[in-house]
Protein backbone atom coordinates (compact mmCIF):
# COMPACT_ATOMS: atom_id res chain seq x y z
CA UNK A 1 0.00 0.00 0.00
CA UNK A 2 1.45 3.60 -0.79
CA UNK A 3 0.06 6.16 1.47
CA UNK A 4 0.75 8.66 -0.69
CA UNK A 5 -2.25 8.31 -2.46
CA UNK A 6 -4.31 9.01 0.80
CA UNK A 7 -2.56 12.46 0.72
CA UNK A 8 0.54 11.56 3.22
CA UNK A 9 4.27 13.16 2.45
CA UNK A 10 6.70 12.61 5.00
CA UNK A 11 8.56 15.50 6.23
CA UNK A 12 11.51 15.45 8.07
CA UNK A 13 13.36 19.37 10.05
CA UNK A 14 16.73 18.14 11.71
CA UNK A 15 19.48 20.56 13.13
CA UNK A 16 23.14 18.80 12.15
CA UNK A 17 25.90 20.06 13.98
CA UNK A 18 26.61 23.15 12.93
CA UNK A 19 30.87 24.20 12.15
CA UNK A 20 30.52 27.82 12.79
CA UNK A 21 31.80 29.81 9.57
CA UNK A 22 33.10 26.76 7.44
CA UNK A 23 30.59 26.36 5.04
CA UNK A 24 32.22 23.59 3.34
CA UNK A 25 31.94 21.05 7.12
CA UNK A 26 28.34 22.41 6.91
CA UNK A 27 27.15 20.99 3.62
CA UNK A 28 29.09 17.57 4.57
CA UNK A 29 26.76 17.63 7.65
CA UNK A 30 23.53 18.81 6.13
CA UNK A 31 24.18 16.46 3.06
CA UNK A 32 24.35 13.46 5.51
CA UNK A 33 21.45 14.19 7.40
CA UNK A 34 19.47 14.62 3.72
CA UNK A 35 20.30 10.94 3.17
CA UNK A 36 19.30 9.67 6.46
CA UNK A 37 16.10 11.01 5.98
CA UNK A 38 15.80 10.44 2.33
CA UNK A 39 16.26 6.48 3.28
CA UNK A 40 13.78 7.25 5.77
CA UNK A 41 11.02 8.24 3.38
CA UNK A 42 11.25 11.63 3.66
CA UNK A 43 9.69 13.80 0.98
CA UNK A 44 11.03 16.78 2.60
CA UNK A 45 13.93 18.27 4.73
CA UNK A 46 14.06 21.48 6.52
CA UNK A 47 17.06 22.60 8.04
CA UNK A 48 17.69 25.32 10.29
CA UNK A 49 18.80 29.00 9.33
CA UNK A 50 21.99 30.30 8.23
CA UNK A 51 22.61 26.40 8.40
CA UNK A 52 24.91 26.64 5.63
CA UNK A 53 27.79 29.32 7.59
CA UNK A 54 26.14 28.72 11.08
CA UNK A 55 23.66 31.28 12.50
CA UNK A 56 26.15 32.48 14.83
CA UNK A 57 28.88 34.05 12.70
CA UNK A 58 27.68 38.06 13.66
CA UNK A 59 29.95 40.44 11.53
CA UNK A 60 31.84 37.36 9.58
CA UNK A 61 28.40 38.26 7.13
CA UNK A 62 30.47 41.01 5.86
CA UNK A 63 33.59 38.65 4.81
CA UNK A 64 33.48 38.63 1.25
CA UNK A 65 35.50 34.85 1.45
CA UNK A 66 32.56 33.93 3.62
CA UNK A 67 29.89 34.57 1.19
CA UNK A 68 32.01 32.84 -1.68
CA UNK A 69 32.12 29.73 0.56
CA UNK A 70 28.62 29.67 1.49
CA UNK A 71 27.63 29.56 -2.00
CA UNK A 72 30.28 27.06 -3.40
CA UNK A 73 28.44 24.98 -0.24
CA UNK A 74 25.29 25.96 -1.54
CA UNK A 75 26.16 25.05 -4.74
CA UNK A 76 27.52 21.66 -3.60
CA UNK A 77 24.48 20.83 -1.88
CA UNK A 78 22.19 21.27 -4.22
CA UNK A 79 23.98 19.34 -6.93
CA UNK A 80 23.10 16.37 -4.89
CA UNK A 81 19.57 16.34 -4.19
CA UNK A 82 17.41 13.77 -5.40
CA UNK A 83 13.47 13.48 -5.37
CA UNK A 84 13.34 14.86 -2.06
CA UNK A 85 13.17 18.41 -1.55
CA UNK A 86 15.92 20.05 0.63
CA UNK A 87 15.56 23.15 2.56
CA UNK A 88 18.62 25.15 3.94
CA UNK A 89 19.50 28.57 4.89
CA UNK A 90 22.29 30.82 3.64
CA UNK A 91 23.18 34.41 3.14
CA UNK A 92 22.97 35.58 -0.05
CA UNK A 93 24.02 38.88 -2.02
CA UNK A 94 21.84 41.17 -4.60
CA UNK A 95 23.55 42.92 -7.36
CA UNK A 96 22.26 46.11 -5.53
CA UNK A 97 24.60 45.15 -2.40
CA UNK A 98 21.92 44.14 0.04
CA UNK A 99 22.62 41.28 1.58
CA UNK A 100 19.65 38.80 2.55
CA UNK A 101 19.04 35.40 5.04
CA UNK A 102 17.34 33.48 2.82
CA UNK A 103 15.96 29.74 2.75
CA UNK A 104 17.06 28.02 -0.19
CA UNK A 105 15.10 24.71 -1.64
CA UNK A 106 16.79 22.50 -3.56
CA UNK A 107 15.67 19.14 -5.50
CA UNK A 108 16.72 17.27 -8.52
CA UNK A 109 20.25 18.15 -8.60
CA UNK A 110 19.17 22.32 -8.39
CA UNK A 111 18.16 25.61 -6.41
CA UNK A 112 14.35 25.57 -7.66
CA UNK A 113 13.36 28.68 -5.33
CA UNK A 114 14.71 31.16 -2.56
CA UNK A 115 12.68 32.87 0.06
CA UNK A 116 14.36 36.00 1.57
CA UNK A 117 13.54 36.76 5.29
CA UNK A 118 11.28 39.57 5.94
CA UNK A 119 11.26 40.28 9.69
CA UNK A 120 14.25 41.21 11.01
CA UNK A 121 14.70 41.14 14.97
CA UNK A 122 16.98 43.70 16.19
CA UNK A 123 16.19 43.54 19.99
CA UNK A 124 18.14 42.49 22.93
CA UNK A 125 20.06 39.52 21.92
CA UNK A 126 19.40 39.96 18.24
CA UNK A 127 21.35 41.85 15.72
CA UNK A 128 20.21 41.10 12.32
CA UNK A 129 19.59 44.63 10.51
CA UNK A 130 23.86 45.11 11.70
CA UNK A 131 24.03 42.52 8.33
CA UNK A 132 21.03 41.59 6.77
CA UNK A 133 18.17 44.08 4.74
CA UNK A 134 14.48 42.44 5.12
CA UNK A 135 13.42 40.92 1.93
CA UNK A 136 9.97 42.14 1.91
CA UNK A 137 9.25 43.29 -1.79
CA UNK A 138 11.80 41.38 -3.18
CA UNK A 139 11.17 40.07 -6.60
CA UNK A 140 14.66 39.11 -8.38
CA UNK A 141 15.40 36.60 -11.09
CA UNK A 142 18.81 34.93 -10.37
CA UNK A 143 20.95 33.87 -12.90
CA UNK A 144 24.22 31.79 -11.61
CA UNK A 145 26.54 30.20 -13.06
CA UNK A 146 26.78 28.18 -10.24
CA UNK A 147 23.16 27.97 -9.16
CA UNK A 148 21.31 27.79 -12.25
CA UNK A 149 18.04 29.76 -12.72
CA UNK A 150 15.79 30.51 -10.08
CA UNK A 151 13.27 33.48 -7.88
CA UNK A 152 14.26 34.85 -5.02
CA UNK A 153 10.84 36.30 -3.74
CA UNK A 154 9.36 35.51 -0.15
CA UNK A 155 5.52 34.91 -2.47
CA UNK A 156 6.24 31.76 -4.13
CA UNK A 157 4.91 28.08 -3.05
CA UNK A 158 6.72 24.54 -3.96
CA UNK A 159 5.11 21.47 -4.86
CA UNK A 160 5.81 18.11 -2.72
CA UNK A 161 3.97 14.87 -3.31
CA UNK A 162 0.94 16.33 -4.03
CA UNK A 163 0.68 19.12 -1.43
CA UNK A 164 2.67 22.29 -1.71
CA UNK A 165 4.47 24.26 0.81
CA UNK A 166 6.29 27.65 1.53
CA UNK A 167 8.95 28.91 3.30
CA UNK A 168 9.16 31.73 6.30
CA UNK A 169 12.26 31.85 8.10
CA UNK A 170 12.14 32.56 12.12
CA UNK A 171 11.33 36.32 13.02
CA UNK A 172 8.62 36.12 10.37
CA UNK A 173 6.78 33.87 12.47
CA UNK A 174 6.87 35.78 15.42
CA UNK A 175 5.64 38.98 13.61
CA UNK A 176 2.46 40.50 13.96
CA UNK A 177 1.46 39.94 10.62
CA UNK A 178 3.65 36.45 9.33
CA UNK A 179 3.93 35.85 5.94
CA UNK A 180 3.03 32.29 6.11
CA UNK A 181 -0.91 33.73 6.18
CA UNK A 182 -0.68 34.85 2.76
CA UNK A 183 1.50 31.95 1.84
CA UNK A 184 -1.51 29.43 3.27
CA UNK A 185 -4.47 31.60 1.57
CA UNK A 186 -2.09 31.32 -1.54
CA UNK A 187 -2.82 27.56 -1.10
CA UNK A 188 0.28 26.48 1.25
CA UNK A 189 -0.38 23.50 2.53
CA UNK A 190 2.26 23.47 4.92
CA UNK A 191 4.59 26.20 6.12
CA UNK A 192 8.19 25.26 6.55
CA UNK A 193 10.56 27.26 9.08
CA UNK A 194 14.33 27.68 9.24
CA UNK A 195 14.55 29.11 12.59
CA UNK A 196 17.69 30.14 15.01
CA UNK A 197 15.48 30.33 18.42
CA UNK A 198 17.87 30.53 21.05
CA UNK A 199 16.47 29.31 24.60
CA UNK A 200 15.38 30.78 27.37
CA UNK A 201 13.16 30.18 30.49
CA UNK A 202 9.77 29.13 29.04
CA UNK A 203 10.42 30.01 25.37
CA UNK A 204 10.39 26.52 24.40
CA UNK A 205 6.32 26.77 25.87
CA UNK A 206 5.70 29.70 23.58
CA UNK A 207 7.38 28.59 20.89
CA UNK A 208 5.82 25.31 20.71
CA UNK A 209 2.66 27.40 21.11
CA UNK A 210 3.58 29.20 18.15
CA UNK A 211 3.84 27.04 16.08
CA UNK A 212 0.60 25.22 16.83
CA UNK A 213 -1.72 27.94 16.81
CA UNK A 214 -0.36 29.35 13.53
CA UNK A 215 -1.02 25.55 12.02
CA UNK A 216 -4.52 25.90 13.99
CA UNK A 217 -5.19 29.60 12.37
CA UNK A 218 -4.23 28.44 8.99
CA UNK A 219 -5.42 25.10 8.77
CA UNK A 220 -1.62 23.72 7.72
CA UNK A 221 0.89 21.75 8.33
CA UNK A 222 3.60 23.92 9.81
CA UNK A 223 7.00 22.10 10.39
CA UNK A 224 9.90 23.97 12.14
CA UNK A 225 13.70 23.63 12.54
CA UNK A 226 15.61 25.38 15.17
CA UNK A 227 19.67 25.76 15.46
CA UNK A 228 21.29 23.49 17.75
CA UNK A 229 23.46 23.71 20.38
CA UNK A 230 26.71 23.32 18.30
CA UNK A 231 25.70 27.14 17.23
CA UNK A 232 28.28 29.96 18.94
CA UNK A 233 27.04 29.92 22.86
CA UNK A 234 29.14 33.20 23.32
CA UNK A 235 26.36 35.02 24.96
CA UNK A 236 22.77 32.82 24.37
CA UNK A 237 22.71 28.71 23.51
CA UNK A 238 20.20 27.25 20.68
CA UNK A 239 18.64 24.25 21.68
CA UNK A 240 18.14 22.65 18.38
CA UNK A 241 13.92 22.67 18.75
CA UNK A 242 12.50 20.59 16.25
CA UNK A 243 8.41 21.37 15.84
CA UNK A 244 5.96 19.90 13.75
CA UNK A 245 2.09 20.54 13.88
CA UNK A 246 -1.30 20.07 11.83
CA UNK A 247 -4.35 21.95 11.99
CA UNK A 248 -3.87 22.91 15.75
CA UNK A 249 -2.40 19.85 16.72
CA UNK A 250 1.10 18.38 17.79
CA UNK A 251 2.59 15.74 15.43
CA UNK A 252 6.04 15.59 16.97
CA UNK A 253 8.45 17.44 19.09
CA UNK A 254 12.49 16.60 19.29
CA UNK A 255 14.55 16.79 22.09
CA UNK A 256 16.73 19.87 22.87
CA UNK A 257 20.62 20.27 23.52
CA UNK A 258 21.54 17.36 21.49
CA UNK A 259 25.50 18.21 20.74
CA UNK A 260 25.01 15.59 18.19
CA UNK A 261 22.33 16.67 16.48
CA UNK A 262 19.06 15.47 15.88
CA UNK A 263 15.60 15.40 13.62
CA UNK A 264 12.03 14.56 13.52
CA UNK A 265 10.34 13.06 10.67
CA UNK A 266 6.69 13.11 10.34
CA UNK A 267 3.28 12.36 7.80
CA UNK A 268 1.55 15.14 6.62
CA UNK A 269 -1.99 14.64 5.46
CA UNK A 270 -2.71 17.60 2.78
CA UNK A 271 -6.02 16.35 1.78
CA UNK A 272 -7.28 16.71 5.51
CA UNK A 273 -5.43 20.28 5.23
CA UNK A 274 -7.41 20.74 2.27
CA UNK A 275 -10.97 19.65 3.15
CA UNK A 276 -10.49 21.63 6.76
CA UNK A 277 -9.83 24.85 4.62
CA UNK A 278 -13.29 23.79 2.63
CA UNK A 279 -15.15 23.15 5.60
CA UNK A 280 -14.20 26.58 7.15
CA UNK A 281 -16.31 29.27 5.62
CA UNK A 282 -14.05 31.70 7.98
CA UNK A 283 -10.87 30.56 5.68
CA UNK A 284 -12.61 29.81 2.22
CA UNK A 285 -14.06 33.61 2.33
CA UNK A 286 -10.52 35.20 3.80
CA UNK A 287 -9.61 37.80 0.99
CA UNK A 288 -7.29 36.64 -1.23
CA UNK A 289 -3.79 38.27 -3.00
CA UNK A 290 -2.17 37.68 -5.78
CA UNK A 291 -1.42 34.58 -6.95
CA UNK A 292 1.44 32.87 -5.80
CA UNK A 293 3.40 30.97 -8.99
CA UNK A 294 4.10 27.15 -8.02
CA UNK A 295 7.39 25.88 -8.64
CA UNK A 296 7.88 22.64 -9.23
CA UNK A 297 10.53 20.49 -7.26
CA UNK A 298 9.98 17.15 -8.65
CA UNK A 299 9.74 15.83 -5.20
CA UNK A 300 7.69 12.61 -4.37
CA UNK A 301 8.36 9.36 -2.39
CA UNK A 302 6.12 6.50 -1.98
CA UNK A 303 5.01 5.76 1.20
CA UNK A 304 4.75 2.08 2.59
CA UNK A 305 4.01 2.60 5.78
CA UNK A 306 3.09 5.68 8.18
CA UNK A 307 4.25 7.47 11.21
CA UNK A 308 0.98 8.51 12.05
CA UNK A 309 -0.96 6.86 14.61
CA UNK A 310 -4.47 6.69 14.98
CA UNK A 311 -6.53 5.96 18.04
CA UNK A 312 -9.00 3.56 17.84
CA UNK A 313 -11.80 5.58 19.74
CA UNK A 314 -10.87 9.17 18.19
CA UNK A 315 -14.49 10.40 20.36
CA UNK A 316 -12.68 9.52 23.60
CA UNK A 317 -8.59 11.02 24.87
CA UNK A 318 -6.55 8.41 25.76
CA UNK A 319 -5.30 10.70 27.96
CA UNK A 320 -7.17 10.42 31.53
CA UNK A 321 -6.68 14.11 32.83
CA UNK A 322 -7.85 15.05 29.23
CA UNK A 323 -10.95 13.24 29.48
CA UNK A 324 -11.51 13.91 33.49
CA UNK A 325 -11.57 17.63 31.39
CA UNK A 326 -13.62 16.23 28.76
CA UNK A 327 -16.40 14.46 30.52
CA UNK A 328 -17.29 17.16 32.91
CA UNK A 329 -17.69 19.36 29.57
CA UNK A 330 -19.90 17.07 27.96
CA UNK A 331 -22.29 16.36 30.82
CA UNK A 332 -22.51 20.23 31.43
CA UNK A 333 -23.37 21.36 27.92
CA UNK A 334 -25.60 18.28 27.96
CA UNK A 335 -27.65 18.86 31.16
CA UNK A 336 -27.22 22.72 30.57
CA UNK A 337 -29.22 22.13 27.24
CA UNK A 338 -32.26 20.30 29.00
CA UNK A 339 -32.32 22.37 31.74
CA UNK A 340 -32.71 25.77 29.50
CA UNK A 341 -35.61 23.87 27.73
CA UNK A 342 -37.41 22.62 30.73
CA UNK A 343 -37.22 26.62 31.09
CA UNK A 344 -38.45 27.41 27.75
CA UNK A 345 -41.35 25.19 27.95
CA UNK A 346 -42.37 26.23 31.38
CA UNK A 347 -41.95 22.39 32.57
CA UNK A 348 -40.29 21.46 35.81
CA UNK A 349 -41.05 17.80 34.55
CA UNK A 350 -38.38 16.18 32.24
CA UNK A 351 -39.92 12.82 30.82
CA UNK A 352 -37.59 9.82 30.20
CA UNK A 353 -38.11 6.16 28.94
CA UNK A 354 -35.24 3.66 31.17
CA UNK A 355 -34.57 0.34 29.54
CA UNK A 356 -32.06 -0.72 31.59
CA UNK A 357 -29.41 -0.03 29.07
CA UNK A 358 -26.53 2.78 28.28
CA UNK A 359 -28.11 5.69 26.45
CA UNK A 360 -31.20 5.84 28.52
CA UNK A 361 -28.88 5.77 31.61
CA UNK A 362 -26.85 8.49 30.02
CA UNK A 363 -29.83 10.38 30.09
CA UNK A 364 -31.08 9.72 33.56
CA UNK A 365 -28.01 10.87 35.39
CA UNK A 366 -27.98 14.10 32.68
CA UNK A 367 -31.77 14.85 34.17
CA UNK A 368 -30.38 14.50 37.35
CA UNK A 369 -27.75 17.57 36.45
CA UNK A 370 -30.30 19.41 34.91
CA UNK A 371 -32.57 19.14 37.58
CA UNK A 372 -30.01 20.00 40.09
CA UNK A 373 -28.66 23.47 38.00
CA UNK A 374 -32.97 24.28 37.91
CA UNK A 375 -33.13 24.22 41.20
CA UNK A 376 -35.87 20.96 41.60
CA UNK A 377 -36.25 17.87 43.63
CA UNK A 378 -36.16 14.52 41.84
CA UNK A 379 -39.66 14.45 42.63
CA UNK A 380 -40.15 16.69 39.10
CA UNK A 381 -38.68 13.86 37.14
CA UNK A 382 -40.99 11.16 35.47
CA UNK A 383 -38.87 8.01 35.17
CA UNK A 384 -40.69 5.47 33.08
CA UNK A 385 -39.84 1.78 32.72
CA UNK A 386 -42.04 -0.27 30.11
CA UNK A 387 -41.38 -3.88 29.50
CA UNK A 388 -42.42 -5.63 26.67
CA UNK A 389 -42.49 -8.84 24.62
CA UNK A 390 -38.62 -8.56 24.45
CA UNK A 391 -37.60 -7.12 28.00
CA UNK A 392 -35.36 -9.62 29.81
CA UNK A 393 -35.49 -9.67 33.82
CA UNK A 394 -31.83 -7.84 34.07
CA UNK A 395 -32.77 -4.58 32.12
CA UNK A 396 -36.00 -4.32 33.54
CA UNK A 397 -34.08 -4.63 37.19
CA UNK A 398 -31.30 -2.65 35.85
CA UNK A 399 -33.81 0.41 35.08
CA UNK A 400 -35.77 0.28 38.68
CA UNK A 401 -32.78 -0.27 40.44
CA UNK A 402 -31.22 2.82 38.43
CA UNK A 403 -34.11 5.10 39.89
CA UNK A 404 -33.69 3.78 43.39
CA UNK A 405 -30.10 4.49 43.72
CA UNK A 406 -30.65 7.82 42.59
CA UNK A 407 -33.64 8.13 44.83
CA UNK A 408 -36.18 8.51 42.23
CA UNK A 409 -39.15 7.28 41.47
CA UNK A 410 -40.21 5.31 38.83
CA UNK A 411 -43.30 3.84 37.18
CA UNK A 412 -43.87 0.53 35.47
CA UNK A 413 -46.03 0.75 32.62
CA UNK A 414 -45.95 -2.89 30.51
CA UNK A 415 -46.81 -2.82 27.13
CA UNK A 416 -47.56 -6.56 26.27
CA UNK A 417 -51.14 -5.79 25.78
CA UNK A 418 -50.98 -2.61 23.66
CA UNK A 419 -48.66 -4.29 21.67
CA UNK A 420 -51.00 -7.82 20.77
CA UNK A 421 -53.92 -5.12 20.38
CA UNK A 422 -52.31 -3.16 17.91
CA UNK A 423 -50.72 -6.29 15.89
CA UNK A 424 -53.99 -7.97 15.70
CA UNK A 425 -55.68 -4.42 14.83
CA UNK A 426 -53.48 -4.30 12.07
CA UNK A 427 -53.96 -8.02 11.26
CA UNK A 428 -50.46 -8.77 11.92
CA UNK A 429 -49.49 -12.94 11.31
CA UNK A 430 -47.15 -12.68 14.66
CA UNK A 431 -44.19 -13.21 12.89
CA UNK A 432 -41.10 -11.17 15.03
CA UNK A 433 -40.42 -8.81 12.14
CA UNK A 434 -39.36 -5.63 11.90
CA UNK A 435 -43.18 -4.39 11.84
CA UNK A 436 -43.05 -6.86 15.66
CA UNK A 437 -39.96 -4.70 16.48
CA UNK A 438 -41.14 -1.28 15.53
CA UNK A 439 -44.61 -1.62 16.42
CA UNK A 440 -43.35 -1.73 20.79
CA UNK A 441 -40.68 1.42 19.80
CA UNK A 442 -44.02 3.07 18.86
CA UNK A 443 -45.52 2.47 21.68
CA UNK A 444 -43.38 3.54 24.75
CA UNK A 445 -42.97 6.53 22.58
CA UNK A 446 -46.53 7.46 22.52
CA UNK A 447 -46.51 6.64 26.39
CA UNK A 448 -43.75 9.17 27.22
CA UNK A 449 -45.18 11.93 25.07
CA UNK A 450 -48.27 11.23 26.38
CA UNK A 451 -47.16 11.28 30.21
CA UNK A 452 -45.78 14.46 29.31
CA UNK A 453 -49.09 15.63 28.10
CA UNK A 454 -50.52 14.82 31.32
CA UNK A 455 -47.72 16.16 33.34
CA UNK A 456 -46.44 19.10 31.28
CA UNK A 457 -43.33 17.24 30.43
CA UNK A 458 -40.55 17.43 28.16
CA UNK A 459 -39.78 14.25 26.63
CA UNK A 460 -36.00 13.36 26.70
CA UNK A 461 -34.37 11.63 24.02
CA UNK A 462 -31.80 8.75 24.86
CA UNK A 463 -30.74 7.59 21.42
CA UNK A 464 -26.77 8.42 20.52
CA UNK A 465 -25.10 9.81 17.51
CA UNK A 466 -23.79 6.23 16.72
CA UNK A 467 -27.18 5.06 16.14
CA UNK A 468 -28.20 7.91 14.57
CA UNK A 469 -25.66 7.39 11.90
CA UNK A 470 -26.47 3.90 11.10
CA UNK A 471 -29.97 4.25 11.05
CA UNK A 472 -30.30 1.90 14.47
CA UNK A 473 -33.66 4.19 15.74
CA UNK A 474 -37.47 3.41 14.48
CA UNK A 475 -38.79 6.57 12.48
CA UNK A 476 -41.11 8.23 14.46
CA UNK A 477 -40.48 6.60 17.55
CA UNK A 478 -37.57 6.42 20.14
CA UNK A 479 -36.16 8.66 17.00
CA UNK A 480 -38.31 11.14 18.53
CA UNK A 481 -38.19 13.34 21.59
CA UNK A 482 -39.01 16.84 23.03
CA UNK A 483 -35.48 17.36 23.26
CA UNK A 484 -32.25 14.94 22.92
CA UNK A 485 -29.73 15.16 25.05
CA UNK A 486 -27.66 12.29 23.39
CA UNK A 487 -27.88 13.46 19.78
CA UNK A 488 -24.43 14.47 19.60
CA UNK A 489 -22.77 11.57 21.96
CA UNK A 490 -20.94 8.36 19.65
CA UNK A 491 -21.81 4.78 21.56
CA UNK A 492 -18.01 4.89 22.46
CA UNK A 493 -18.34 7.88 24.37
CA UNK A 494 -21.81 6.90 26.27
CA UNK A 495 -20.14 4.45 27.69
CA UNK A 496 -16.91 6.17 29.02
CA UNK A 497 -19.22 9.20 30.23
CA UNK A 498 -21.32 6.02 32.44
CA UNK A 499 -17.87 5.27 33.95
CA UNK A 500 -16.61 8.58 34.62
CA UNK A 501 -19.79 9.28 36.09
CA UNK A 502 -19.79 6.08 38.34
CA UNK A 503 -16.56 6.80 39.45
CA UNK A 504 -16.26 10.80 40.16
CA UNK A 505 -19.93 11.64 40.53
CA UNK A 506 -22.06 8.99 42.08
CA UNK A 507 -22.40 7.49 45.61
CA UNK A 508 -21.65 3.68 46.11
CA UNK A 509 -25.61 2.50 45.50
CA UNK A 510 -25.97 4.30 42.08
CA UNK A 511 -21.87 3.43 40.94
CA UNK A 512 -22.63 -0.24 41.06
CA UNK A 513 -25.76 -0.25 39.27
CA UNK A 514 -24.22 1.83 36.42
CA UNK A 515 -21.52 -1.11 36.83
CA UNK A 516 -23.97 -3.64 36.44
CA UNK A 517 -25.18 -1.56 33.01
CA UNK A 518 -21.64 -1.14 31.78
CA UNK A 519 -21.65 -4.91 32.21
CA UNK A 520 -25.01 -5.85 30.21
CA UNK A 521 -24.06 -6.19 26.10
CA UNK A 522 -26.35 -3.56 24.24
CA UNK A 523 -29.57 -5.02 22.79
CA UNK A 524 -32.72 -3.82 21.22
CA UNK A 525 -34.32 -6.22 23.24
CA UNK A 526 -37.49 -6.75 20.87
CA UNK A 527 -37.51 -10.70 19.83
CA UNK A 528 -39.06 -12.47 23.05
CA UNK A 529 -36.90 -15.37 24.44
CA UNK A 530 -37.94 -18.69 26.07
CA UNK A 531 -35.91 -18.34 29.24
CA UNK A 532 -36.04 -13.94 29.16
CA UNK A 533 -32.83 -13.66 28.63
CA UNK A 534 -30.77 -11.50 26.40
CA UNK A 535 -31.06 -12.53 22.77
CA UNK A 536 -30.60 -9.83 20.48
CA UNK A 537 -27.08 -8.79 20.37
CA UNK A 538 -27.20 -5.09 18.28
CA UNK A 539 -22.91 -5.19 17.35
CA UNK A 540 -23.46 -8.73 16.09
CA UNK A 541 -26.34 -7.43 13.72
CA UNK A 542 -24.93 -4.46 12.35
CA UNK A 543 -21.40 -4.42 13.62
CA UNK A 544 -19.17 -3.38 16.37
CA UNK A 545 -19.71 0.03 17.25
CA UNK A 546 -16.04 0.96 18.13
CA UNK A 547 -15.34 0.57 14.10
CA UNK A 548 -18.44 2.51 13.34
CA UNK A 549 -17.93 5.44 15.49
CA UNK A 550 -13.87 5.21 13.60
CA UNK A 551 -15.92 5.27 10.40
CA UNK A 552 -17.97 8.17 11.31
CA UNK A 553 -15.61 10.41 12.61
CA UNK A 554 -13.27 9.71 9.98
CA UNK A 555 -16.05 10.28 7.23
CA UNK A 556 -17.99 13.26 8.88
CA UNK A 557 -14.54 15.01 10.38
CA UNK A 558 -12.01 14.78 8.28
CA UNK A 559 -13.72 14.25 4.89
CA UNK A 560 -11.89 11.01 4.52
CA UNK A 561 -12.77 8.75 1.48
CA UNK A 562 -13.45 4.91 2.29
CA UNK A 563 -10.81 3.96 0.94
CA UNK A 564 -8.87 5.68 3.25
CA UNK A 565 -10.98 4.64 5.79
CA UNK A 566 -10.29 1.31 5.52
CA UNK A 567 -6.00 2.09 5.38
CA UNK A 568 -6.94 3.89 8.45
CA UNK A 569 -9.12 1.52 10.40
CA UNK A 570 -6.26 -1.35 9.37
CA UNK A 571 -3.56 0.85 11.37
CA UNK A 572 -5.77 1.32 14.54
CA UNK A 573 -7.53 -1.92 14.49
CA UNK A 574 -5.00 -4.49 12.59
CA UNK A 575 -4.70 -6.79 15.95
CA UNK A 576 -8.14 -6.69 16.87
CA UNK A 577 -10.04 -7.48 13.39
CA UNK A 578 -9.11 -8.78 9.94
CA UNK A 579 -8.83 -6.67 6.57
CA UNK A 580 -11.66 -8.36 5.26
CA UNK A 581 -13.77 -7.98 8.64
CA UNK A 582 -12.91 -3.90 8.57
CA UNK A 583 -14.34 -4.51 4.80
CA UNK A 584 -17.25 -6.11 6.13
CA UNK A 585 -18.27 -3.40 8.40
CA UNK A 586 -17.41 -0.22 6.15
CA UNK A 587 -19.82 -1.57 3.60
CA UNK A 588 -22.62 -1.95 6.08
CA UNK A 589 -21.49 1.80 7.99
CA UNK A 590 -21.95 3.16 3.82
CA UNK A 591 -25.28 1.63 3.18
CA UNK A 592 -26.77 2.41 6.27
CA UNK A 593 -25.63 6.13 7.08
CA UNK A 594 -27.16 6.36 3.24
CA UNK A 595 -30.43 4.82 3.74
CA UNK A 596 -30.81 6.79 7.05
CA UNK A 597 -30.57 10.27 6.10
CA UNK A 598 -34.68 10.65 6.09
CA UNK A 599 -34.47 10.03 9.88
CA UNK A 600 -31.86 12.44 10.35
CA UNK A 601 -33.63 14.96 8.36
CA UNK A 602 -36.65 15.36 10.57
CA UNK A 603 -34.13 15.14 14.18
CA UNK A 604 -35.54 16.67 17.31
CA UNK A 605 -33.56 19.49 18.64
CA UNK A 606 -30.48 18.18 20.78
CA UNK A 607 -27.08 19.68 22.15
CA UNK A 608 -23.72 19.83 20.08
CA UNK A 609 -21.02 18.67 22.17
CA UNK A 610 -18.37 17.56 19.88
CA UNK A 611 -16.88 18.34 16.37
CA UNK A 612 -18.84 15.78 14.99
CA UNK A 613 -22.53 16.56 14.96
CA UNK A 614 -25.47 15.03 12.31
CA UNK A 615 -27.96 17.87 12.76
CA UNK A 616 -30.27 19.02 9.89
CA UNK A 617 -30.30 22.72 11.11
CA UNK A 618 -25.85 22.39 11.84
CA UNK A 619 -23.64 20.53 10.64
CA UNK A 620 -24.88 18.19 8.15
CA UNK A 621 -27.49 18.18 5.46
CA UNK A 622 -27.45 15.64 2.80
CA UNK A 623 -30.38 15.17 0.16
CA UNK A 624 -32.48 11.48 1.72
CA UNK A 625 -32.38 10.16 -1.93
CA UNK A 626 -28.26 10.34 -1.90
CA UNK A 627 -26.86 6.73 -3.16
CA UNK A 628 -24.13 5.12 -1.31
CA UNK A 629 -23.07 2.53 -4.70
CA UNK A 630 -20.22 5.02 -5.53
CA UNK A 631 -19.00 4.50 -1.89
CA UNK A 632 -19.52 0.95 -1.99
CA UNK A 633 -17.73 0.21 -5.41
CA UNK A 634 -14.63 1.94 -4.01
CA UNK A 635 -14.59 -0.38 -1.21
CA UNK A 636 -14.72 -3.49 -3.69
CA UNK A 637 -11.88 -2.50 -5.50
CA UNK A 638 -10.15 -2.89 -2.81
CA UNK A 639 -11.05 -6.70 -2.82
Known amino acids: MDYAQFGFVRAAAAAPRVHVADPAANAAALLDTYRELVAAGASLVVTPELGVTGYSCEDLFGAEDLLAAAREALAQIAGETGD ?64 GRFAMNPRQLFDVGGARFAVEVCEDLWSPAPPSVGHALAGADIVVNLSASNELVAKADYRRDLVRMQSARLACGYLYASSGPTESTKDVVYGGHLLAAENGWMLGESERFR ?50 SYPKHPFVPDDEQEFDARARDVLAIQATGLARRLRAAGSTNPVIGLSGGLDSTLAFLVCLDALALNGLGLDSLRAITMPGPGTSEHTNASAKQLAEAAGATIREIPIDGAVRAHLDDIGHNGTYDVTFENVQARERTQILFDVANQTRGVVVGTGDLSELALGWCTFNADHMAHYNVNASVPKSMVAYLVRWYGRHRAGAALAAVLERVLDTPITPELVPSESGALTQRTESIIGPYELHDFFLYHYIRTGAAPGKIYALAKLAFGEDYSGDEIRRWLKVFFRRFFEAQFKRTTLPAGPKVGTVSLSPRGDWRMPDEADANAALRSLEKLE
Open 84 to 147: TALVVGAPWRLPDGRLLNAGFVCAGGRVVGAVPKSALPNHEEYYEKRWFASGEGVAVAVDDDRL
Open 259 to 308: LDGGSLSVDFDWQRIRRERGHNSTFAGSPRGDAYPVVASGARRCLSNTLR
